[in-house]
């Protein structure tokens, strides 16, 4: 493994000595006020999580709270539940008639559904999905919109005990077919298409296509949301609203073991195939719950807008289950925060009222460049938090954000986790935390977090680990137990290894720096460089290719892509636009590369390794690491002087 490149940002959070204390008035209403919590939750983990699970409806109460063998375990075992029931039916008849979801369309067209009319639309697509021959433990993959009927799927597939595997509709179909033949579904959902600045994203084609030959698929299920025109192949393809049509809006909930699989996820990790996260249902709902209600410190009142994409996870924890869970109002937005205008997040705001707001650092940085002037046309008045994540959100702008959209007094709570955490690991309480812009302070109560050195010692600067079980961690990569142990589980042989690098300050507090391995962040969307370079080799014209992250000051990673053809293949621009769309068609436009650079050798160590490092070097203008181990050094010499920017 590499050793980790410093961000250039770290310097500047070494600096960073700012402290925002929580006001008086925030302190008083909070959520979780008292700081004795992390004492109290440390000495007793499991007592800690089982109040928590204990606010919850379980159909059969758990014997024991955990079973761990390593990598392994199992929360609430023996439990009964269901993950829908606790985010729908526990919150009848009180919230009948709040909004659980304030939905708007990106050509600005609303939906409200209250909890009892969500109640009864997850009941009909149950129903529905069951008709279809839809059972318990059945996997269903969904590439959809940000529609309400994609959280309403959710619901169903859990209400049911169907795992669901939602796929970004970003991504291409032949990503999409990967990811279905692994998952084996029987059944995907989709709808026509979704509009994105202002064009229908052909939706139900690509799924088409994914399905296309050879495929477990037996069903599709199509929203008709554009309305832009689809083929309808009988007695495969059916429309969404004459499926529920006639359901009964009552399908009891399915009491789940407290370990069914209640998703997956398919995430980057290092090596070219994407790993199908699994998670189930008794423990990431604790988690989800527990941390959206503390760290959202969520009220009756709230009106919580999430802005990430369900298809990622962020989306699964933070836009669904967790203010579900609380009975929170959320508000669902389908498009691009550009359309028509730079302020139609604000605009958002504005009109629903948003009190919680929670988004990444690449969009924050985003609003910074095109300036103050958009969200000032707006009243923003109603914001009293603010979240950021899925990045390192550097100092300027945190404190940008809470200027300019916090007006100087919302907390920011800044959340450390992953796809493979289930829920939040690392973040302020907003009532007891004082903040420093640029760390993500302190892990949650109950959550064993440490930074330590290459042996595995304490340390004030090195790898972030997480050293106690967790109610919401994955169980596992999909049909890959091996895979499983040696990603998460062999560096240390008794920790969690995140991939991140970390600092602790004297106060203790955590400065998440990065992925430490070949996990690129591209506008807080994970990829990897081997994934890329898979699609790149892909091409018949490409010898080989080697992918970086170039750090960049609005996406954190721009892609950059060292390309050698082969003999007798000329390497033209015209080649490198082929290639940018060749990696598209592979994966999605989320992945294109920023730069594609044709050299006629890539820098390789006397065992044939490519320098990885070094590429990095060379993108980001670095006066060159150590090359002595370099097999040929005047490949460097050559691939600087040929460097620049497309
Ligand atoms: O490197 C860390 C970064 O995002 C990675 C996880 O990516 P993903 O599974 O896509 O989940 C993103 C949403 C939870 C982490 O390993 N990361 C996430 N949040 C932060 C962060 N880095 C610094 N600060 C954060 N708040």
Redesign the pocket.
């Known amino acids: 493994m590499e050793k980790p490149t410093p961000p250039k940002t770290i310097e500047d959070l070494l600096r960073e000595e700012r402290l925002f204390q929580p006001s008086e008035e925030f302190q008083n209403k909070a959520n979780s006020a008292n700081p004795a919590v992390y004492e109290e939750a440390a000495k007793d983990r499991f007592k800690f999580w089982e109040e928590w699970a204990g606010q919850l409806h379980w159909f059969r109460k758990w014997d024991k709270t955990l079973e761990w063998e390593l990598p392994d375990a199992r929360w609430f075992v023996g439990g009964k539940t269901n993950i829908a029931y606790n985010c729908l039916d526990r919150h009848l008849p009180k919230r009948a008639q709040k909004p659980a979801i304030l939905w708007e369309g990106e050509p600005g067209d609303q939906k409200t559904l209250t909890y009892e009319q969500l109640f009864q639309e997850v009941g009909r697509f149950s129903n529905a999905l069951k008709k279809l021959g839809v059972c318990t433990g059945d996997r269903v993959t969904l590439y959809m919109p940000m529609v309400p009927e994609l959280a309403i799927a959710m619901l169903a597939c859990a209400r049911i005990g169907a795992a669901h595997s939602v796929v970004f509709g970003g991504f291409s179909p032949e990503a999409l077919r990967g990811r279905i033949d692994d998952s084996q579904s029987k059944i995907v959902i989709t709808a026509d298409g979704g509009w994105r600045r202002g064009a229908a994203i052909p939706l139900k084609q690509n799924v088409d296509e994914a399905i296309s030959g050879d495929s477990p698929v037996k069903s599709v299920v199509v929203v008709r949301r554009t309305g832009q025109a689809v083929l309808m192949k009988p007695g495969r393809d059916f429309w969404w609203h004459e499926q529920v049509a006639g359901q009964s809006p009552r399908c009891e909930a399915e009491p789940v073991d407290s370990e069914q699989m209640l998703y997956l996820l398919y995430?980057s990790g290092t090596t070219g195939k994407p790993k199908g996260i699994v998670h189930t249902t008794g423990g990431y709902m604790v988690g989800c719950y527990a941390t959206a209600r503390w760290i959202f410190d969520l009220k009756e009142d709230d009106i919580y807008w999430c802005t990430a994409d369900i298809g990622?996870?962020?989306g699964h924890s933070y836009v669904v289950y967790g203010p579900l869970l609380n009975g929170a109002t959320i508000v669902m937005y389908e498009g691009a925060p550009n359309h028509p205008e730079n302020d139609r997040f604000w605009a958002i705001i504005e009109k629903y009222k948003v009190t919680v707001f929670y988004t990444a650092p690449t969009a924050i940085r985003t609003f910074m460049k095109w300036g103050e002037s958009f969200p000032q046309k707006h009243n923003l008045s109603s914001l009293r938090l603010l979240g950021?994540?899925?990045?390192?959100?550097n100092p300027e702008a945190w404190i940008w954000y809470r200027q300019i959209i916090g007006a100087g007094k919302c907390p920011i709570v800044?959340?450390?986790?992953?796809?493979?955490t289930g829920h939040i690991m690392i973040a302020p309480l907003p009532g007891i935390t004082a903040l420093k812009p640029g760390s993500?302070t302190k892990p949650f109560p109950g959550i064993d977090a440490d930074v330590v050195d290459e042996q595995g010692n304490p340390a004030n600067s090195g790898y972030l680990v997480i050293k106690s079980p967790w109610p919401g961690m994955l169980r596992g990569i999909y049909g890959d137990p091996e895979r499983y142990r040696s990603v998460y589980w062999s560096k240390y042989p008794q920790w969690y290894f995140?991939?991140?690098g970390c600092k602790k300050d004297a106060d203790g507090y955590f400065w998440?720096l990065?992925?430490v391995d070949d996990v690129l962040?591209v506008s807080g969307h994970?990829l990897s460089t081997m994934e890329i370079e898979s699609a790149l080799v892909d091409y018949t014209d490409v010898a080989e290719a080697a992918v970086i992250g170039r750090q960049d000051p609005i996406k954190e990673n721009a892609v950059v892509a060292f390309v050698t053809v082969k003999n007798g293949v000329s390497a033209t621009p015209e080649l490198g636009k082929i290639l940018k769309d060749h990696v598209v068609k592979k994966i999605g436009s989320l992945a294109r590369p920023d730069t594609i650079l044709f050299t006629s050798e890539l820098p390789k160590t006397r065992s044939g390794k490519i320098m990885r490092r070094l590429l990095r070097d060379i993108a980001e203008g670095r006066v060159l690491g150590d090359a002595t181990t370099l097999a040929d050094p005047a490949v460097v010499e050559s691939l600087k002087k040929n460097y620049s920017e497309d």
């Open positions: 995430t990622w996870v962020t950021s994540v899925g990045e390192p959100i800044d959340t450390w986790w992953q796809t493979e993500a995140t991939g991140d998440v990065g992925r962040k994970r």
